[in-house]
């Protein structure tokens, strides 16, 4: 078979915002687009065996959007703590001028008065060693504060550059004036929000996923989130996205060598279905992470959970129990909560935000039909409902249909008030199958206390269970924790799909599909460098950061 020569394809390619309805543009006006360089194939016949060891064309390095060599860029600081009196003050100094910062407004104590204003004298102190320093102002020499020092000398430090960390006491006034003397030393300005991080990621110590974990795991509310956090920030999301991307480029790569050998002359045949079954395979384990139940995400943002039912059966007593406050008015009026109340709560360890709804009944007031209208969205929209009936009304059948409905199996239901029932037995609630259809139910009373630890208990284990944090092994842990994640494995999965589609009489057009679906990975850790991306991620973190 004969296949077109290859020469004009790297400057042929679609626009990614289009993908179901190919664009073909031209990267000679368009620059930047995409970067290929040669195949570079042995001269003798391949095999399948040789096929692994090819080089495609899109490279597995991380592409660096640098612009600026180290040396030339400005050297930054900021208060890497937050501001407001306590013991120790942060600031972080990183860039080529730490040397010149270190000489002038450092001082040993007990030592030498150094010749301020000169870095050629400065002896740097060793690295990664804490040393007792006085902090003195630049121009006067004047003791601004008696703290500590360390210095990290480049390339072993978080950016990479040399960093200068100045542990003072924290204070306005001294942290004030450590800044003011930072900005009159030449080559030093005042850091963007992100910026140390940034510079960590422009040098490659970190990338995307890295750096979103770190983001969260300094956000991190709940033990949950922080082991989420902790596990993308350590590298171990990057490594499977890594190898997802590294897989499409070795079907890229026999691919390719069918463009460039054509099957059948110099190598074997079955390349294009060999490719096809590998992709067929990275397809379904794409789509197995995209229904993941949005898990990670769920997770890393708060489960969202709404508590809804009829007037008075206790639901803003049951929210007040769980925030262990007063935080929502309760009063024996039907009708008393009128907005949706919305708490993020740690439960067991689970980051939870818990909202009250207003009870749902028929009403001619105003203000309370639009507040149902809110309960019921608050209910369509959680990733957890729970039910709260009072059990004397559940006994004696006086439960509104509009509410049954609204019970699904998923739906967690507390029966409350059992004080109010005469017998303290738990009562049978079969003869409503409605009620019967929720897998998880309990009956207590929220005023006495009676049963509440054990709904608690069982309440912790069944969002444990529904979002699978006990789950042991590297495969349960959910790859995407953000919706940018999704985002790039959804257009992924769809070059992958118009791949699928596609004969080897068009094997070119299969190849810049996925191109575009190693491309597309390559987006979650910023192997692709896309400044958009970029600048949404790093806008999320503070300043010092
Ligand atoms: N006897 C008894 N009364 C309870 C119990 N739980 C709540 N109550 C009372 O029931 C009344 C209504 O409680 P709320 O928490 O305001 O009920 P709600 O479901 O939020 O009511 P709305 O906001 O009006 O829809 C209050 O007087 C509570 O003290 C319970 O377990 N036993
Ligand atoms: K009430
Ligand atoms: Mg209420």
């Not at 818990?354 to 007031?365: E, F, H, N, P, Y």
């Amino acid at each position: 078979m004969k296949f077109p020569a290859r020469h004009w394809s790297p400057n042929l390619i679609r626009t990614p915002a289009f993908p179901k309805h190919a664009r073909l543009i031209n990267t000679a006006t368009s620059p930047g687009r995409l970067a290929t360089r040669p195949v570079t194939l042995p001269s003798s016949s391949l095999s399948h065996s040789k096929i692994s060891t090819l080089k495609p064309t899109i490279s597995l390095r991380r592409a660096l959007p640098l612009t600026l060599s180290p040396s030339q860029r400005q050297t930054i600081y900021a208060l890497a703590t937050p501001p407001g009196k306590a013991g120790v003050a942060v600031i972080r100094v990183s860039g080529p001028a730490v040397p010149d910062v270190y000489a002038r407004i450092v001082r040993k104590v007990g030592g030498r008065m150094k010749d301020l204003g000169s870095s050629e004298t400065a002896n740097l102190p060793k690295p990664r060693v804490m040393e007792r320093a006085e902090i003195v102002d630049p121009d006067t020499g004047e003791v601004l504060d008696d703290g500590l020092i360390v210095y990290f000398a480049a390339p072993k430090s978080f950016t990479t550059e040399h960093v200068l960390e100045l542990h003072a006491h924290s204070g306005r006034a001294i942290i004030s004036s450590i800044l003011h003397s930072l900005s009159r030393i030449t080559g030093c300005r005042p850091a963007e929000p992100g910026e140390f991080t940034r510079r960590a990621f422009e040098s490659g110590r970190l990338d995307l996923t890295q750096v979103e974990g770190l983001k969260d795991l300094i956000d991190a509310e709940t033990s949950v989130q922080r082991k989420l956090a902790l596990r993308a920030a350590g590298g171990a999301i990057r490594k499977k996205y890594d190898d997802l991307r590294e897989r499409i480029i070795y079907c890229l790569a026999m691919v390719e060598a069918i463009i460039d050998f054509g099957e059948g002359e110099e190598i074997e045949d079955g390349v294009w279905e060999k490719a096809q079954e590998k992709v067929s395979e990275l397809q379904s384990e794409i789509t197995g992470h995209l229904h993941d139940g949005r898990r990670g995400e769920i997770l890393r943002n708060g489960i969202r959970l709404a508590i809804f039912g009829p007037p008075n059966a206790g639901k803003s007593s049951l929210l007040n129990f769980l925030a262990q406050r007063e935080a929502a008015i309760v009063t024996p009026l039907p009708g008393t909560t009128r907005d949706v109340l919305e708490i993020s709560l740690d439960i067991g360890g689970m980051p939870v935000i818990v909202a009250d709804t207003a009870g749902l009944r028929k009403t001619s007031d105003l203000v309370e039909s639009i507040g149902i209208e809110r309960a019921r969205a608050a209910v369509a929209s959680a990733d957890v409902s729970l039910c709260v009936l009072s059990l004397p009304d559940v006994l004696s059948g006086s439960v509104p249909s509009s509410i049954k409905e609204l019970i699904t199996p998923d739906t967690l239901l507390l029966l409350n008030k059992t004080d109010l029932v005469d017998d303290k037995q738990p009562k049978s609630t079969n003869h409503s199958s409605a009620l019967s259809t929720s897998e998880h139910q309990w009956q207590a009373s929220v005023n006495t206390g009676t049963g509440m630890k054990h709904f608690l208990d069982d309440f912790v284990q069944v969002l444990r269970d529904r979002f699978d944090i006990d789950g042991n092994g590297e495969d349960r842990e959910p790859l995407i924790t953000q919706a940018r994640h999704r985002i790039h494995l959804e257009n992924a999965l769809q070059y992958l799909d118009a791949f699928m589609m596609m004969g080897p009489e068009n094997v070119v057009f299969a190849a810049e599909e996925l191109r575009y679906a190693a491309q597309e990975v390559g987006k979650v850790s910023g192997a692709i460098g896309v400044e958009d991306i970029l600048d949404t991620v790093f806008k999320e973190f503070c300043i010092g950061k």
